[in-house]
């Protein structure tokens, strides 16, 4: 213990548990820019989601998609700069600071169609195709000359909600929105100047029309799989979840197969993990910065970013995680080490740990240990508050994931409740998702919400692929702590009991 340890006496400890509770866990949209820029880890392996060259950039859910989207389509180009500046050979191939633009263009509130309109209209993916292409002439509409937007008008002035106007437009031999666009690729060539267009959130396409939001999806990677390789300079940036990248986007054609293969993956490695946590715990405050340098964890500071860790391994985290915690989750190595146990048990089905789950874990384990009392300093939370802060992580992603992404698993939790021991059968999963098929799987008045697949036996085979289950290696089907609370269900016992019938009785 250092001397800088010595001197936190048990108050001092108690107020920094207070400013451990607050780090930001969920809140980058709402966040001031400085305060965001703060508290964003930018990881070195996700710039090359930056790249002209590449399209789409894939992640799973909580991977970081919508926080780097954010970086880079924000209105303000300084965060940006920033992050390019300081990752070494940065994946751009030109200067950052240049007459580049970044443009978001999905979501776009009123500006895009909604969801009734889009269900109405668009039958087809070659009629969501067109939809996108039309999206993007009206978003750089400012961009094209004067003369070809008056020629352009039936596809310019209608309100975006006009689907079937719009559609009709584009299909008149008269109106040309390729030309226009090719028009102005040769001036931003001619300027030495790029326009980059960001499309994020796109699992909010159709609302609970899942063929909808399927379709949607295919029309936009088919638009950029074509005219990606003819415009050099209006560049796209595709923010995918993996799911519905692998299950939807896929088109089967040469250009696709291009786009695919050069996509950019977001995943976060041990350190990269750590390292945000320690970046977010340093730049929330002066103490709690103090208290992580007497960890021995170096920082560099930068104007924008703040202070930013130096660690390259997950071992270069380990003091401070020590310091917080302890190195133990018990009273020796026999219940294990608190580095390896944090990340063991925030792990989806496929082994994934999302930045937020480990963010939200010491938040809520500060909070459990607000006014104990029994700490010795410089130790902030007790393992056992770690241990009841995972069911408030799973709680939480399971809320959050039914109040965005997939309102669906609500059904999911709701069919599972007869049953709540873990593992099962196969067989055994599916006869419980297959009860009341046909009743809604949504919250109580959410009438019209459906799970994205058609058959039970699917469904299972939809979150094995999500991660929300994990297939065993003896083919049962298990839950991965981070969903097991969340969904109501507890893990069978080691204890070998009679028939499945009578222990579950």
């Given at each position: 213990?250092?001397?800088?340890?010595?001197?936190?006496?048990?108050?001092?400890?108690?107020?920094?548990?207070?400013?451990?509770?607050?780090?930001?866990?969920?809140?980058?949209?709402?966040?001031?820019?400085?305060?965001?820029?703060?508290?964003?880890?930018?990881?070195?392996?996700?710039?090359?989601?930056?790249?002209?060259?590449?399209?789409?950039?894939?992640?799973?859910?909580?991977?970081?998609?919508?926080?780097?989207?954010?970086?880079?389509?924000?209105?303000?180009?300084?965060?940006?700069?920033?992050?390019?500046?300081?990752?070494?050979?940065?994946?751009?191939?030109?200067?950052?600071?240049d007459s580049s633009e970044w443009m978001a263009t999905y979501p776009a509130g009123t500006e895009f169609p909604d969801s009734h309109a889009l269900a109405q209209r668009v039958r087809t993916d070659a009629?969501?195709?067109?939809?996108?292409?039309?999206?993007?002439?009206?978003?750089?509409?400012?961009?094209?000359?004067?003369?070809?937007?008056?020629?352009?008008?039936?596809?310019?002035?209608?309100?975006?909600?006009?689907?079937?106007?719009?559609?009709?437009?584009?299909?008149?031999?008269?109106?040309?929105?390729?030309?226009?666009?090719?028009?102005?690729?040769?001036?931003?060539?001619?300027?030495?100047?790029?326009?980059?267009?960001?499309?994020?959130?796109?699992?909010?396409?159709?609302?609970?029309?899942?063929?909808?939001?399927?379709?949607?999806?295919?029309?936009?990677?088919?638009?950029?799989?074509?005219?990606?390789?003819?415009w050099q300079r209006i560049r796209a940036k595709v923010f995918l979840r993996s799911d519905l990248f692998r299950r939807h986007a896929g088109m089967g054609t040469a250009d696709f197969a291009k786009l695919?293969?050069?996509?950019?993956?977001?995943?976060?490695?041990?350190?990269?993990?750590?390292?945000?946590?320690?970046?977010?715990?340093?730049?929330?405050?002066?103490?709690?910065?103090?208290?992580?340098?007497?960890?021995?964890?170096?920082?560099?500071?930068?104007?924008?970013?703040?202070?930013?860790?130096?660690?390259?391994?997950?071992?270069?985290?380990?003091?401070?995680?020590?310091?917080?915690?302890?190195?133990?989750?018990?009273?020796?190595?026999?219940?294990?080490?608190?580095?390896?146990?944090?990340?063991?048990?925030?792990?989806?089905?496929?082994?994934?740990?999302?930045?937020?789950?480990?963010?939200?874990?010491?938040?809520?384990?500060?909070?459990?240990?607000?006014?104990?009392?029994?700490?010795?300093?410089?130790?902030?939370?007790?393992?056992?508050?770690?241990?009841?802060?995972?069911?408030?992580?799973?709680?939480?992603?399971?809320?959050?994931?039914?109040?965005?992404?997939?309102?669906?698993?609500?059904?999911?939790?709701?069919?599972?409740?007869?049953?709540?021991?873990?593992?099962?059968?196969?067989?055994e999963i599916v006869g419980l998702l297959d009860a009341d098929w046909e009743e809604t799987w949504g919250r109580p008045g959410d009438a019209g919400v459906r799970p994205p697949v058609e058959q039970a036996?699917?469904?299972?085979?939809?979150?094995?692929?999500?991660?929300?289950?994990?297939?065993?290696?003896?083919?049962?089907?298990?839950?991965?702590?981070?969903?097991?609370?969340?969904?109501?269900?507890?893990?069978?016992?080691?204890?070998?009991?009679?028939?499945?019938?009578?222990?579950?009785?």
């Amino acid at each position: 213990m250092s001397g800088a340890s010595n001197r936190l006496r048990k108050q001092d400890c108690i107020d920094l548990r207070g400013q451990l509770v607050d780090l930001g866990y969920g809140q980058a949209e709402a966040e001031p820019p400085a305060l965001f820029a703060h508290r964003l880890y930018p990881v070195a392996e996700h710039l090359r989601a930056l790249d002209p060259n590449v399209v789409l950039v894939v992640g799973p859910r909580g991977s970081g998609k919508s926080a780097l989207f954010q970086a880079f389509f924000s209105e303000s180009r300084d965060l940006a700069n920033a992050i390019t500046g300081w990752m070494p050979r940065s994946p751009i191939s030109h200067d950052p600071s240049d007459s580049s633009e970044w443009m978001a263009t999905y979501p776009a509130g009123t500006e895009f169609p909604d969801s009734h309109a889009l269900a109405q209209r668009v039958r087809t993916d070659a009629d969501a195709k067109k939809v996108w292409h039309v999206m993007l002439l009206r978003r750089l509409a400012d961009r094209i000359d004067g003369r070809q937007r008056e020629e352009l008008h039936a596809l310019l002035q209608p309100p975006a909600v006009a689907v079937g106007e719009l559609l009709e437009a584009y299909d008149r031999p008269e109106t040309s929105p390729t030309a226009a666009l090719d028009d102005l690729e040769k001036r931003l060539h001619r300027d030495a100047s790029w326009i980059y267009v960001g499309y994020d959130e796109l699992d909010t396409l159709g609302g609970f029309d899942w063929a909808l939001m399927a379709r949607m999806v295919r029309g936009l990677v088919a638009f950029w799989s074509d005219y990606s390789r003819r415009w050099q300079r209006i560049r796209a940036k595709v923010f995918l979840r993996s799911d519905l990248f692998r299950r939807h986007a896929g088109m089967g054609t040469a250009d696709f197969a291009k786009l695919a293969a050069n996509r950019a993956e977001l995943a976060w490695s041990e350190a990269a993990l750590f390292a945000m946590l320690v970046k977010r715990i340093a730049n929330t405050s002066g103490e709690l910065a103090a208290y992580c340098r007497s960890s021995r964890i170096r920082f560099d500071e930068h104007a924008v970013l703040g202070l930013m860790p130096a660690i390259r391994e997950p071992r270069d985290a380990y003091p401070v995680l020590e310091r917080l915690c302890g190195e133990f989750m018990g009273a020796g190595k026999k219940k294990g080490f608190v580095r390896n146990w944090v990340l063991a048990h925030l792990r989806d089905g496929n082994g994934r740990v999302g930045p937020r789950s480990l963010v939200r874990l010491v938040e809520q384990a500060a909070g459990k240990d607000a006014a104990n009392q029994s700490l010795r300093p410089p130790r902030l939370i007790h393992p056992v508050a770690l241990r009841q802060a995972l069911d408030d992580v799973s709680d939480n992603h399971v809320t959050q994931g039914i109040s965005s992404e997939w309102p669906w698993l609500e059904g999911v939790k709701k069919r599972l409740q007869p049953d709540r021991l873990v593992p099962w059968t196969r067989t055994e999963i599916v006869g419980l998702l297959d009860a009341d098929w046909e009743e809604t799987w949504g919250r109580p008045g959410d009438a019209g919400v459906r799970p994205p697949v058609e058959q039970a036996a699917e469904l299972v085979d939809y979150l094995i692929d999500l991660g929300v289950l994990r297939r065993r290696s003896d083919d049962r089907i298990d839950v991965p702590d981070l969903y097991l609370s969340g969904l109501k269900l507890r893990r069978k016992g080691g204890v070998r009991r009679g028939p499945r019938s009578q222990a579950r009785a």
